[in-house]
């Protein structure tokens, strides 16, 4: 069972070591011979991303060396996948506006384009195949395994949590700001990594508190989703710039960047206002009150 969370009886080291290896070995899993390609990049990288915000958590109990060098390599492997896990839902989501009639071009344009892009995944697929990635990324796993000491580390405790989290929170609203002030595709898809890890810190502490943090943890997640969605169209705005004119016309690019332009604006509309709304409070007075869930929730 993979089970994502600490329990309220479960020793903190013991429970992190738990949840360590369960992401490591369904990591190991996808990448023994899947049966969806697709389905499995998507939980590898979403392996990467649960074990890296559990680096997060405990990173000022463990040598920087340690956090360093793990944090980079899960880094790597999620870079390393996210052009097929890209292009994967872009086309998909083009399949749906295009039968929902929402793009504005010919059928013979969407075709072309189409296939367009699925000859870019495919290389990508055979050039991923050829490096032996996946095999990579099993050995890479088990190693980690091998070294895994988490359970011997015994200052783990309530300022393990409450350190990795307030760091968390604090970089979720440094990189708000940011985007406030510059508003960029670098600010935005910063911003987007760091929502992820702090939504997955509150989904390790919801046991202690569950009314609260499972309401936080789903905004979060849509937040993120929009964020991503809001990612999947600058790399589409991107993919059609370099795509050949013999592929699409100059008349159908300005009919997609038109439309692409269109649902930006309005996701942005729809992401600011929850933000403000997740990040309301400053970092020192979440933390107080993360804190005060996380020891209440365990000494019952």
Same mark, same amino acid.
């Given at each position: 069972?993979?089970?994502?969370?600490?329990?309220?009886?479960?020793?903190?080291?013991?429970?992190? +070591?738990?949840?360590?290896?369960? @992401? $490591?070995?369904d990591?190991?899993? @996808?990448?023994?011979?899947?049966?969806?390609? *697709?389905?499995?990049? !998507?939980?590898?990288?979403?392996?990467?991303?649960?074990?890296?915000?559990?680096?997060?958590?405990?990173?000022?109990?463990?040598?920087?060396?340690?956090?360093?060098? =793990?944090?980079?390599?899960y880094? !790597?492997?999620?870079?390393?996948?996210?052009?097929?896990?890209?292009?994967?839902?872009?086309?998909?989501? $083009?399949?749906?506006?295009?039968?929902?009639? +929402?793009?504005?071009?010919?059928? #013979? @344009?969407?075709?072309?384009?189409?296939?367009?892009?699925?000859?870019?995944?495919?290389?990508?697929?055979?050039?991923?195949?050829?490096?032996? &990635?996946?095999?990579?990324?099993? +050995? !890479?796993?088990?190693?980690?395994?091998?070294?895994?000491?988490?359970?011997?580390?015994?200052?783990?405790?309530?300022?393990?949590?409450?350190?990795?989290?307030?760091?968390?929170?604090?970089?979720?609203?440094?990189?708000?700001?940011?985007?406030?002030?510059?508003?960029?595709?670098?600010?935005?898809?910063?911003?987007?990594?760091?929502?992820?890890?702090? %939504?997955? @810190?509150?989904?390790?502490?919801? =046991?202690?508190?569950?009314?609260?943090?499972?309401?936080?943890?789903?905004?979060?997640?849509?937040?993120?989703d929009?964020?991503?969605?809001? *990612?999947?169209l600058?790399?589409? !705005?991107? $993919?059609?710039?370099?795509?050949?004119?013999?592929?699409?016309?100059?008349?159908?690019?300005?009919?997609?960047?038109?439309?692409?332009?269109?649902?930006?604006?309005?996701?942005?509309?729809?992401?600011?206002?929850? %933000? &403000?709304?997740?990040?309301?409070?400053?970092?020192?007075?979440?933390?107080?009150?993360?804190?005060?869930y996380?020891?209440?929730g365990? #000494?019952?």
């Amino acid at each position: 069972m993979n089970r994502f969370k600490i329990d309220t009886q479960e020793e903190l080291g013991l429970g992190l +070591e738990r949840i360590i290896k369960e @992401q $490591l070995n369904d990591m190991m899993a @996808q990448t023994m011979v899947p049966v969806s390609l *697709d389905s499995s990049i !998507q939980r590898i990288r979403k392996n990467c991303t649960r074990y890296r915000s559990v680096l997060h958590t405990i990173r000022w109990d463990i040598k920087p060396a340690d956090y360093e060098r =793990e944090n980079a390599k899960y880094k !790597q492997i999620t870079h390393q996948l996210a052009k097929i896990r890209n292009l994967h839902l872009i086309i998909a989501y $083009l399949n749906d506006c295009y039968e929902a009639k +929402e793009i504005g071009i010919s059928k #013979e @344009q969407y075709d072309l384009f189409n296939a367009y892009l699925n000859d870019i995944k495919n290389n990508e697929v055979a050039e991923l195949e050829h490096k032996q &990635a996946l095999k990579n990324i099993k +050995e !890479q796993a088990e190693h980690t395994i091998l070294d895994l000491d988490i359970a011997l580390n015994h200052t783990f405790g309530p300022a393990t949590i409450k350190k990795g989290v307030f760091h968390v929170y604090r970089k979720c609203v440094e990189s708000i700001e940011r985007s406030q002030k510059k508003l960029t595709n670098h600010t935005l898809h910063t911003l987007r990594t760091q929502i992820k890890y702090l %939504m997955y @810190q509150m989904q390790l502490c919801e =046991e202690t508190w569950p009314s609260y943090f499972k309401t936080y943890c789903s905004s979060l997640k849509e937040v993120s989703d929009l964020l991503r969605h809001d *990612d999947q169209l600058v790399t589409l !705005q991107k $993919l059609i710039k370099q795509t050949p004119e013999d592929v699409l016309n100059e008349s159908s690019k300005k009919t997609l960047y038109k439309s692409l332009k269109n649902e930006r604006n309005q996701l942005h509309s729809d992401i600011w206002p929850l %933000m &403000a709304r997740l990040f309301a409070e400053e970092p020192d007075a979440f933390i107080k009150r993360i804190n005060s869930y996380w020891l209440i929730g365990r #000494e019952n």
